[in-house]
């Protein structure tokens, strides 16, 4: 489940920096709020790195936190960004949705010792 944790945490990362309306990115809002940009980037760049060089238990959990903060800071707008928005919109949402459910899984699917 790292793997694909990974791949959907770059798959959000490469959205922050696609266009989210035409001629604006996502990180090109940094510059009214800089704050939540940076945390909402970090919520992707974070479980990516965790999905690649952690376990598997370290990398669901980090996706957890992560991919659960940015469904929570978009809330049901979420679905309007995946619907709505242009490609970059489209791959943060997917990339939210489809980490969390990783994560949900990986830490379900984990052996205990």
Do not use: Q
């Not at 694909?4 to 922050?16: E, M, N, P, Q, T």
């Not at 992560?66 to 928005?85: M, R």
């Amino acid at each position: 489940m790292k793997r694909s944790i990974a791949v959907f945490g770059l798959i959000g990362l490469v959205g922050c920096f696609l266009p989210l309306v035409p001629g604006l990115s996502f990180f090109e809002l940094r510059h009214l709020e800089w704050m939540p940009i940076v945390l909402m980037t970090a919520a992707f760049l974070i479980p990516m790195l965790a999905g690649v060089s952690g376990s598997n238990a370290s990398a669901a959990l980090t996706g957890l936190i992560g991919f659960g903060y940015v469904a929570f800071k978009f809330g049901t707008g979420l679905w309007d960004l995946a619907i709505h928005a242009e490609i970059g919109g489209k791959m943060m949402a997917v990339a939210a949705v489809g980490g969390l459910v990783s994560s949900v899984i990986g830490l379900a699917d984990r052996k205990r010792a």
